[in-house]
């Protein structure tokens, strides 16, 4: 998979994506991470990329000029007009992160990493020109339902959740199903798994939180591990992952299991 990251600083990038599951992916050739200068799209020697918006307010919002033309030089085509717009082609999505957006989920995450290419175009100061996200963006993200200064960091977690998801990208393929968030569907395969496989069974439609987990110590400052972890059980483990995964849910997002992404 192909990641482009739009964004005026571009320099940004030079940490997050270059450590751990997002570095090794990159080392294997699962993904490709291009990083585009907004600034080498405008036309004046300031290299201004914002303006201040109609019928006034506070800030500047993003010149919708640059924006279109990124795009248009890293899908090798132009977009369109208000009369005749041209679709990406198919496996590709244009993506404005913005705090407007809709909310990006594991189940998103995973219809992502069905695709070829993410375009990620990083908004900054009080927004990006609406023309952006009605004509160019094929979706407007959002991480979470609070503020941040720019678009960057959550394109990072996009990268990030994505990457996770892509095969070969994990040392165990399971982690990525067994974790937070994942779906747990009815499934014939996982139903027919030997017991003894550590993965949480199915629960129909749900979205449940990761189950707890415990290492060595077993007994640390008088919190022992549980007794059933111990037990050698694998049927009996199961259960408890289950039920557990269940109460915490119930405890620390209630609402989850009627969450859709």
Not at 118 to 143: K, M, N, P, Q, S
Not at 178 to 188: H, I, P, Q, R, W
Request: net charge negative; charged share 25%; glycine share 10%.
């Amino acid at each position: 998979m192909r990641f482009d990251l739009i964004t005026i600083f571009p320099e940004f990038f030079a940490g997050p994506l270059d450590h751990g599951i997002v570095r090794r992916a990159k080392e294997a050739g699962i993904v490709q991470i291009h990083v585009q200068d907004l600034r080498e799209f405008t036309k004046d020697r300031h290299r201004t990329v914002d303006d201040r918006p109609f019928g006034g307010g506070e800030g500047m919002v993003l010149k919708p000029e640059p924006l279109f033309e990124a795009v248009e030089k890293l899908l090798g085509h132009g977009v369109g007009s208000a009369n005749a717009k041209i679709a990406p082609e198919a496996g590709t999505a244009i993506l404005l992160m913005s705090a407007a957006g809709k909310l990006f989920t594991q189940q998103t995450a995973r219809r992502y990493a069905k695709l070829d290419r993410l375009i990620l175009i990083c908004g900054r100061y009080e927004g990006v020109d609406e023309r952006v996200a009605e004509h160019l963006a094929t979706e407007e993200i959002c991480v979470g339902d609070y503020v941040l200064s720019g678009g960057e960091l959550p394109a990072a977690i996009v990268v990030d959740a994505v990457t996770r998801l892509l095969p070969g990208a994990l040392g165990n393929e399971a982690s990525s199903q067994n974790e937070s968030f994942s779906s747990l569907e009815s499934d014939s395969r996982k139903a027919e798994l030997r017991v003894s496989e550590p993965y949480l069974p199915p629960l129909g439609q749900h979205l449940l939180l990761d189950f707890p987990h415990y290492t060595r110590p077993a007994d640390y400052r008088g919190w022992k591990v549980p007794e059933v972890l111990i037990s050698g059980h694998h049927a009996e483990v199961a259960k408890w992952r289950r039920e557990k995964a269940l109460e915490k849910t119930a405890r620390n997002r209630p609402g989850l299991a009627g969450e859709n992404g």
